[in-house]
């Protein structure tokens, strides 16, 4: 009895009849039918004010007294960012996006109490003006195939009973009792699972080369190191379903008999790491990790590291070396990580995505995970589909969707009207894809066709007021200033490329420029040390390959046909449109624009230094930039 | 005026900043490895990393000094040099920087003589950039310690700066 009540206490579960058995008196407690609102608590949602929604919704249902029959709960990101802060209103799962605090009592008292839809709340869908009342018919959720991003806007990640209660951890079970190591393995195998993080390589052969490797030590870790721009889907997994990705790597390091693993996090990614501590402690809590798991007699554990704010650091040699308290730079890999990683230790490293991917592999098995996808790219990817387009987000399609469906399905187009230019996929080592390549369907192989890649799942869409020499410019700058400086021809490449590009952009290229852009890119290439140089010149090679044009603009006619390199643009203003509100006058820092009110202004161009505060500020298309 | 020095106050201020380094120090003890989460503690403590702290932690943890200054160097989350009452973080991933973030950074230059990793004169500002923080929807995006500044200009993010002292 005392021995009952104390383990009780303890919450620790000891057995997979345990774990069952936890599952089942959660499950009794909780009542579906029961209103559960759900407010998105990633970072961009908290951004735009979620935490303020969140807070006046405690203060309402208190003042109410509805704590009973009503259930709130923060959740992580829902991937419609565009929207937020986003409201979810289960069991009917009415969507309300743009809410603020003061929507709140109405939505108490009209939505919960009276069953009534506020219009006002509603997405409209931009296509055809129509008000969308519930989660999954609007678009931008429809065309997705939600499978490890699925419980991010239902689950609080902070509480793991959530988590339980919707089956987690039970892939953790079958895999300890009914599968051996290397059934676990063959099963990854078979399933056609690839690593998320960029470089596509089969997981099931990188299990199997670390369980292989010969040590008694070996290690496991997790790459939240996720450093490409406009890319954020591993911090929303991480903050939004965190034991997904820590029962995924228990199993993985049950497969290849290790018993500590690490996640490697960035510092600039503050809920990522306050989410994944919360589901390591009660994970230990509850005796899902720690010593001898469900009684199986496995010990793991998991320790939290925050990166430094180095992007070299996502390369996995790069990784370990920071985790091992040095400088993060990548090493030769004649002998692979899975055999000499950490502290010489065989060490497995998988992204974010792919540890999520396990639990679902492991519970229904290869032969469903391998249906979804193409021949050579199994299953989903998350992308954040980001930049100039109307529904900024995270959406989740099985590989082999085209670009098309993606961007103007999903992604509702382009904003303003505008026409579309590229599509940036890959990060900054990855490339831009013109118009033409739209209905390119999407997997490792087909991307790394057209001189992109994969990547971690970055696609930045860019319309036609983008100048493509300005984006090569931008990532080989990125690049540069991450380069670590270990390797010649990453750390002079990348110099020497850079002072070209930003020559080309400031009007002072020459036709020979194009030439020896070429040349560097070939040595990169060749000679790079690490994945962030051999593929450094992509960006450079994809615009030069698919906007040529543009670069010979820039240098033969010095002209930047987007309007963006500054020092090949003018600002003046037409006497015809502007009526003379002196708005662009007092936004000028340099008083360069003259004139009086009602009376067309005038700009003096050796004073202007095209800091764009009048085009911004001119409410009559007045201010021409050309 | 004459300056008299308050002895009692300023050795029980010395006696407070030797002892929250030397518990900051503590924590890691045995953990050599974990040099990079130990100077995460110490500028998220002083907000920068002093260099006598950096000597300490050397002497403390058996680790060569030349060592803990290549790793405090090499991250750009590390700064050295004391930064300002307020910290503006200016994204520059490439969703904001497609959205003209980088006409932020130029504003910042501009009106405040700083340019990325600097801090003003009066230490009012420092200014930083980062590669991407992930709220692209927001874009372009800047930090001011702490709270996320969304779909910013460099109109807007004058007048939010003016609410810093």
């Not at chain 1, 345990?18 to 949602?45: F, H, M, P, W, Y």
């Not at chain 2, 932020?104 to 590669?131: A, Q």
Request: aromatic share 6%; net charge negative.
């Amino acid at each position: 009895m005392v021995e009952q009540v104390r383990k009780l206490l303890e919450k620790r579960v000891e057995s997979v009849a345990e774990l069952e058995n936890l599952r089942q008196s959660i499950l009794g407690k909780r009542d579906s039918s029961r209103t559960c609102i759900s407010v998105c608590g990633g970072t961009a949602c908290r951004a735009s004010g979620a935490e303020a929604v969140v807070d006046a919704f405690i203060d309402e249902i208190e003042r109410r007294e509805l704590q009973i029959t009503v259930e709130l709960k923060e959740t992580g990101c829902h991937g419609f960012c565009e929207r937020g802060p986003v409201v979810v209103i289960r069991p009917k799962r009415i969507f309300y996006q743009r809410v603020k605090p003061e929507d709140i009592p109405e939505i108490i008292s009209e939505t919960v109490l009276g069953g009534n839809i506020i219009e006002r709340l509603l997405y409209v869908d931009p296509a055809t003006n129509e008000r969308i009342t519930y989660e999954p018919d609007v678009p931008f959720y429809k065309k997705q195939t939600r499978t490890i991003f699925s419980a991010n806007g239902e689950i609080d990640p902070t509480d793991i009973e959530d988590y339980i209660a919707m089956g987690g951890y039970s892939a953790l079970s079958k895999a300890l009792v009914q599968m051996s190591p290397e059934e676990i393995i063959e099963e990854v195998k078979k399933s056609g699972l690839r690593g998320r993080g960029g470089g596509g390589f089969p997981t099931g052969r990188k299990w199997q080369s670390c369980r292989d490797a010969e040590g008694d030590v070996k290690y496991v870790i997790c790459n939240a190191d996720e450093g490409d721009p406009g890319a954020y889907q591993d911090r929303s997994l991480l903050e939004g379903n965190p034991h997904s990705v820590v029962e995924g790597m228990i199993i993985g390091a049950y497969a290849i008999g290790s018993h500590k693993g690490y996640i490697y996090v960035r510092n600039e990614y503050p809920l990522a790491v306050r989410h994944a501590r919360i589901a390591i402690e009660q994970a230990m809590d509850y005796g899902l990790l720690g010593e001898d798991i469900l009684g199986s007699g496995f010990d793991f554990t998991v320790t939290i590291n925050k990166g430094g704010g180095a992007f070299v650091c996502g390369e996995s040699s790069a990784l370990m070396a920071s985790l091992e308290g040095k400088i993060g730079e990548p090493r030769a890999k004649y002998i692979h990580m899975s055999e000499k990683g950490l502290w010489d230790n065989p060490s497995l490293l998988n992204n974010v995505k792919t540890w999520a991917n396990v639990p679902l592999i492991i519970n229904k098995g290869a032969e469903w995970y391998s249906q979804i996808g193409t021949a050579g790219s199994k299953g989903t990817m998350i992308f954040s589909l980001v930049g100039n387009i109307n529904n900024t987000g995270l959406v989740e399609v099985p590989m082999g969707i085209t670009l098309r469906e993606m961007i103007y399905d999903i992604g509702g187009g382009i904003p303003n009207g505008k026409k579309f230019k590229a599509v940036q996929t890959g990060g900054p080592s990855g490339g831009c894809i013109p118009e033409q390549y739209l209905d390119t369907p999407v997997d490792f192989d087909e991307l790394t066709k057209l001189g992109s890649m994969m990547g971690s799942g970055g696609m930045i869409v860019m319309d036609e007021d983008t100048c493509m020499v300005d984006v090569a410019r931008y990532f080989i700058e990125f690049l540069k200033g991450e380069s670590c400086g270990k390797c010649t021809p990453c750390r002079e490449g990348l110099n020497r490329m850079s002072e070209i590009l930003n020559r080309i952009t400031q009007g002072k290229g020459k036709q020979e420029d194009l030439d020896t852009l070429e040349d560097l890119a070939g040595i990169l290439s060749g000679g790079a040390l690490c994945a962030l140089g051999q593929t450094a010149a992509n960006p450079v090679l994809s615009t030069l390959h698919y906007f040529r044009d543009e670069y010979v603009a820039h240098i033969d006619e010095k002209k930047c046909p987007a309007g963006i390199c500054r020092e090949l643009i003018q600002y003046s203003i037409d006497p015809e449109k502007c009526e003379g509100c002196l708005r662009c006058l007092r936004a000028c820092p340099t008083g360069a624009i003259s004139g009086e009110k009602r009376k067309p202004h005038t700009l003096n161009q050796d004073m202007c230094i095209k800091c764009g505060a009048c085009y911004d500020v001119c409410k009559f298309n007045a201010v021409i930039r050309q | 005026m004459e300056l008299v020095l308050d002895f009692p106050k300023v050795k029980a201020i010395v006696e407070s900043y030797t002892e929250k380094v030397d518990s900051l120090i503590d924590n890691y003890a045995d953990k050599k490895e974990q040099l990079i989460s130990l100077l995460q503690d110490v500028q998220a403590e002083f907000n920068y990393l002093p260099r006598d702290v950096l000597i300490k932690i050397s002497q403390k943890l058996d680790i060569p000094v030349s060592q803990v200054f290549s790793v405090a160097t090499f991250f750009r989350a590390f700064s050295l040099k004391p930064r300002g009452r307020h910290l503006v973080t200016v994204c520059l991933g490439t969703a904001c920087h497609i959205r003209g973030g980088q006409r932020l950074v130029d504003k910042l230059e501009r009106d405040y003589r700083i340019k990325p990793g600097e801090t003003t004169e009066d230490l009012r500002f420092s200014l930083e950039t980062v590669n991407c923080l992930g709220c692209c929807a927001l874009g372009p995006v800047a930090v001011v310690d702490g709270k996320y500044e969304s779909k910013m200009n460099p109109d807007k993010l004058d007048r939010v700066l003016r609410g810093y002292k």
